[in-house]
């Protein structure tokens, strides 16, 4: 069954087109205006192993804080919908990566159930031309759509383009690992039946 997934969300300040296939490669073409957050989004691509396409423009005229949010929306409705029932997966999933001298940890449950738990030891400030608070609302509006649990934890570091870099390549691979096939699952991985 194919796990893919289209969305559009237009509104008044912004325009977002993405594509999501849990079972690609990696494969990628991302141009939202905002540079850093393209960066970001590529590393989820490659080390979740997903095919990531994301067309989207927004007032940056004001700021990226739209755009930024509205592409985390996107994202978070692609992944429910491409999870489907969530049934025969592995459903947790955890990385920690290192970035030069950051170190991140993520985990993950695609539990059906909304919470976020952040903390990127990131000073408030800039990255290239983006607001390091947005990344929180990034996860916020992704965890909110596509239903589920992340904790986020910097455990080191001093440069804030490598603590946050560190933290989206793992919450690639825990992705890439909660979304895997079990062979040996035929329905969710709950004591409850559903999720």
């Given at each position: 069954?194919?796990?893919?997934?289209?969305?559009?969300?237009?509104t008044a300040e912004t325009s977002v087109r993405l594509?999501?296939?849990?079972?690609?490669?990696?494969?990628?073409?991302?141009?939202?205006?905002?540079?850093?957050l393209d960066h970001m989004l590529t590393h989820v691509?490659?080390?979740?192993?997903?095919?990531?396409?994301?067309?989207?423009?927004?007032?940056?005229?004001?700021?990226?804080?739209?755009?930024?949010?509205?592409?985390?929306?996107?994202?978070?409705?692609?992944?429910?919908?491409?999870?489907?029932?969530?049934?025969?997966?592995?459903?947790?999933?955890?990385?920690?990566?290192?970035?030069?001298?950051?170190?991140?940890?993520?985990?993950?449950?695609?539990?059906?159930?909304?919470?976020?738990?952040?903390?990127?030891?990131?000073?408030?400030?800039?990255?290239?031309?983006?607001?390091?608070?947005?990344?929180?609302?990034?996860?916020?509006?992704?965890?909110?759509?596509?239903?589920?649990?992340?904790?986020?934890?910097?455990?080191?570091?001093?440069?804030?383009?490598?603590?946050?870099?560190?933290?989206?390549?793992?919450?690639?691979?825990?992705?890439?690992?909660?979304?895997?096939?079990?062979?040996?699952?035929?329905?969710?991985?709950?004591?409850?039946?559903?999720?």
């Open positions: 069954m194919a796990r893919r997934a289209q969305i559009e969300r237009k594509t999501l296939d849990l079972d690609g490669t990696g494969a990628n073409r991302i141009a939202t205006g905002v540079g850093f691509a490659v080390h979740g192993l997903v095919d990531l396409t994301v067309e989207a423009e927004g007032d940056l005229h004001v700021d990226a804080h739209h755009t930024v949010e509205d592409v985390g929306i996107c994202l978070g409705r692609a992944l429910a919908e491409a999870l489907g029932d969530r049934a025969g997966l592995e459903r947790f999933g955890e990385a920690t990566v290192p970035m030069d001298e950051a170190l991140a940890h993520v985990a993950l449950d695609l539990s059906g159930r909304a919470h976020l738990s952040y903390d990127d030891a990131v000073p408030p400030g800039k990255v290239g031309d983006l607001d390091t608070e947005l990344f929180r609302e990034f996860f916020e509006a992704l965890v909110r759509n596509a239903g589920i649990t992340l904790h986020v934890r910097v455990l080191a570091g001093r440069n804030s383009h490598h603590k946050i870099e560190a933290v989206f390549k793992a919450f690639g691979r825990a992705l890439r690992r909660a979304a895997a096939a079990d062979p040996r699952r035929a329905g969710v991985a709950s004591t409850k039946g559903s999720l």
